[in-house]
């Protein structure tokens, strides 16, 4: 079988902080384990570029003979908007390729948008406005709430904590203004607040295949090692500077001491976010538990990193699914689905 490994080669956004740039070199290690696999399982991986140039990029994939496309392109010319245009791409050459569609990347990167089809959907999400203008009239829900409680201010648009940082999380309108202005003038677009929820962080991972949807293991962020005086939040650091205090202090764990009835909320929450933001494939729904609201759907990731390292592979293997099982259930998951809609 051949198997087309269809990225970008971007190498940093078209805006954004200079830090930026480690985020989307990381793509790389990702797709060099989905090569190797291939390999493994008997089948032709073959390069093909999500080039800025459509046509160009069309004629590639055309030339490939794909009988199936690995979808990881995250950018094309360093706008992440553009994920969803490869989608359509390989929609529209009729290719069957992995994870989700256009449509669900469109509306889980535009995270206003996951919030408002969510919360029509009754899943739960923190308390959250946007802000356009650093010097706009803030919501009456921002002045309904008690002085001094946490806000993080963060990118409308952006995925893999881009423009997150402990600054991120303000108690005080001023900081709170400030924040807002470095987002809208450094990642050019409004900015999202949401309540900072203080409690217990998990994240699922879903695979689909001919039964369903399957939840995978819960994993939590273990904060234990925080820096004490800093407020505990996965930030671009925490993800992507193995030598920062914040990376080393927020490890991923098995959430394996949840209560049965904590563990089936979660899990029930993330599948219905799952759905309803119309992801296929794979991918993780970010969550908080509220100390009465119960689960917080705080980010939706389709498509999120399947190295062999990453969450979703490390739930793969805890709920008994080695690393070539696991990208073998996501091909063929992909070619189920082209197949049903052919």
Known sequence: MRVGIFESRDTTLAHGAAHDAAAVSAVGDESRAIRETCRALGWTPIDVEAAVDPLRTLQDLRDARPDVVFQLAESIGGEARFEAAAAWLLEWARIPYTGSGPIALTLALEKPRTRAVLTAAGVATPIGFVVEQADEALPAVFATRRAGEAWIVKPT??????????????????ALRERAAYVIETYRQPALVEEFVEGREFNVSLIDDS????????????????????????????????????YQGSTPIAADDLPTTVARSVRHVALAAYRAIGLAGYGRIDLRLHPTRGPLVL????????????????????GGLRYEELIARIVRDAQRRAHKTA
């Open 211 to 246: 039964e369903g949807t399957t939840a995978l293991p819960i994993a939590e962020i273990d904060y234990s090692q925080f820096p004490s005086d800093a407020p505990r939040l996965v930030t671009f650091a925490a993800k992507w500077d193995p030598s920062s205090a914040e």
């Open 299 to 318: 980010d939706v990731n389709p498509n999120p990193d399947i190295s062999p390292d990453a969450g979703l592979a490390r739930a793969a293997a805890r």
């Open 157 to 174: 648009r952006e995925d893999a904590s881009h423009g997150i940082a402990l600054e991120s999380v303000v108690r005080s309108e001023k």
